[in-house]
């Protein structure tokens, strides 16, 4: 059994936080955006679906500097919900939700664009007819037959979150107890001589953790695709 | 009653239509891409007219005019599709309550057991669709349009993906939402056949537009309407009564009106009314009661009217139904049939098509 240090759970703690509140801050938008990619079409939906995916293909270091220029205390946007909202972003665990929430966001959209349009169209049509409201239909039918799909979007960017680096440290740095998940302290305990045991112990949570998620997920698909 | 009044255009198609359907259950007929299935959509509200009022009842569902365009979820208007559409992740049970629940008491006009014993699901309820065959899923699929309550059900080709024994098993429950239920039903098919055990009231639409309208059997004939009914080989439909079933014979025997007709072997009791098929081109006309001939079935009628389309005529004779048979040109000129003249008309027993009970 390894002994986490406090400084090292509180690490842990704060990576799971982290994780759940990105999962959470993304489901709701990669379901609309889902649902808009998959079902409509309009001018200009190319450049939606570039501008969605684009998180995967930038290198994490810039996706950060760009939440940096859009949510600094100096920028009007962070300045707006400073003023107004009281949201503090930048350099503050939950500037570490918004950045593994961007950079994960396009393997979320994926899988459940993927689900909806796996769904036969005209089983939500049929569910109109028979008197369900248009958000009803969709949620009784489309997302319901969609979850498994749902399901390993919110695995792939949960475990997208717990490996997030370079966009994190670029925009909310790497400041104890407030935004250093996981990555970001074994590479801060790497660089010190004394820090070899920490970084083992944490690698094994890291290991074990992304673990137990595939395999969660996996039973709970099975379990799903089998009702 | 339904009015309808509605334009739509699309990239190559232009549907215009203006009809009144008055009686309880009335078909629309018509060749593939002849706008059925659009009419449907447009009646159910899931598309949108480009122009036009709808009225149910009189219910306005759309009216372009005044700016009403009621939600499929408000129209009350069921829809039973070709593929039965039933949700794979749903028990038949639950399918059937899908639309049932959204309804408040005094909505609901028929219960849950009443019609799972009339579409006789109850051994199917707690299954998922995936294990049911076709016909049973296509019951499950008009159980659970009737459970919604709706005041107008439409069927676009419900049987369409059934074969001929599945049909005519089907075509029972499809009477008895017509008789005891007494929801009105707007049923498209393009199968003579299929419409005549249901209905007489026909619309008859080709490319988007209503090209007659009213009893089948007086539209028939016309000659724009008559090549699309002959297109699928017209059908005759009579109810008749089986009085002996001779299993050894390899035939079994039938009353129509007064008159007994030789059918092939059914397994039918006797006593039971059932419907049988008659092709209109399987019967030929004769002046005397023929001697010497294998045909059996011989019914006597009166000429009700020639008519003529594609170098084919349509003899109709009064048989105690109305029958159409088909002869050539050449036929009606050297046997110089006449509006009035009796006539006889053979039909060889083996050429009939055994149909569903008659309820």
């Known amino acids: ?227 | 009653m339904l009015t309808l009044k509605v334009r739509r255009s699309f990239q190559d198609f232009k549907l215009d239509i203006d009809v009144a359907c008055r009686y309880p259950v009335t078909a629309v007929f018509g060749a593939s891409g002849s706008g059925k299935t659009t009419l449907l959509n447009l009646i159910s509200g899931l598309m949108r007219p480009d122009e036009g009022e709808i009225a149910l009842d009189g219910q306005v569902l759309f009216s372009s005019l005044n700016g009403v365009d009621l939600p499929p979820e408000r129209r009350r208007v069921g829809f039973v599709f070709q593929d039965d559409l039933l949700f794979p992740h749903l028990t038949v049970m639950q399918n059937l309550r899908y639309g049932y629940d959204f309804l408040s008491g005094d909505e609901k006009r028929f219960t849950i057991d009443q019609i799972v014993d009339l579409m006789a699901l109850s051994g199917l309820v707690d299954r998922h669709p995936e294990g049911l065959s076709g016909g049973e899923r296509q019951r499950v699929a008009l159980g659970r349009a009737i459970l919604a309550s709706p005041n107008l059900l439409l069927m676009d080709e419900p049987l369409s993906a059934l074969d001929q024994v599945l049909k005519d098993r089907i075509i029972p429950y499809l009477r008895h939402i017509r008789t005891e239920l007494n929801i009105p039903m707007l049923y498209v098919s393009h199968s003579v056949a299929e419409i005549l055990e249901l209905t007489g009231q026909v619309i008859v639409l080709k490319e988007g537009r209503v090209l007659a309208h009213g009893d089948f059997f007086e539209i028939a004939h016309k000659p724009d309407v008559l090549p699309l009914v002959e297109a699928h080989g017209f059908e005759n439909v009579l109810p008749v009564e089986v009085i002996a079933n001779q299993s050894d014979a390899g035939s079994c025997r039938v009353l129509f009106k007064d008159q007994e007709l030789l059918v092939p072997p059914c397994s039918r009791p006797v006593g039971q009314r059932i419907f049988i098929g008659i092709r209109a081109n399987d019967i030929i006309l004769c002046r005397t009661r023929p001697d010497g001939l294998s045909i059996r079935n011989v019914l006597q009628g009166r000429i009700l009217g020639v008519t003529r389309a594609d170098g084919k005529q349509l003899v109709y004779v009064d048989v105690g139904k109305r029958l159409a048979v088909e002869v050539t040109v050449e036929a009606v000129k050297e046997l110089d049939l006449k509006t009035g003249e009796q006539i006889l008309c053979l039909v060889k027993a083996q050429s009939i098509r055994i149909g569903p009970d008659v309820e």
């Open chain 1, 1 to 227: 059994m390894i002994k986490l240090t406090n400084d090292e759970l509180q690490v842990l703690l704060l990576s799971l936080k982290v994780g759940l509140f990105c999962v959470a801050v993304s489901l709701p938008p990669a379901t609309i955006m889902g649902w808009v990619l998959a079902r409509t079409s309009f001018r200009g939906k190319l450049l939606l679906d570039g501008l969605c995916h684009l998180p995967l293909v930038l290198p994490p270091v810039v996706t950060g500097y760009l939440l940096l220029l859009v949510f600094s205390r100096r920028s009007v946007l962070g300045a707006f919900l400073r003023d107004n909202l009281g949201l503090q972003i930048a350099f503050d665990w939950k500037g570490a939700v918004l950045a593994s929430a961007v950079v994960g966001f396009p393997l979320m959209l994926r899988s459940i664009r993927l689900a909806i349009e796996s769904v036969d169209p005209r089983l939500e049509r049929a569910a109109r007819t028979l008197g369900a409201g248009p958000i009803r239909a969709f949620f009784t039918i489309t997302f319901r037959l969609a979850l498994p799909g749902v399901l390993v979007g919110t695995l792939l960017s949960f475990a997208r979150s717990l490996g997030e680096f370079g966009a994190t440290i670029t925009f909310v740095s790497n400041i104890a107890g407030e935004t250093r998940t996981l990555p970001l302290a074994i590479y801060t305990f790497l660089n010190r001589p004394d820090g070899e045991d920490a970084v083992f112990r944490l690698v094994i949570v890291s290991v074990l953790i992304s673990f137990a998620a595939l395999v969660s997920g996996e039973v709970l698909t099975r379990r799903m695709r089998r009702n």
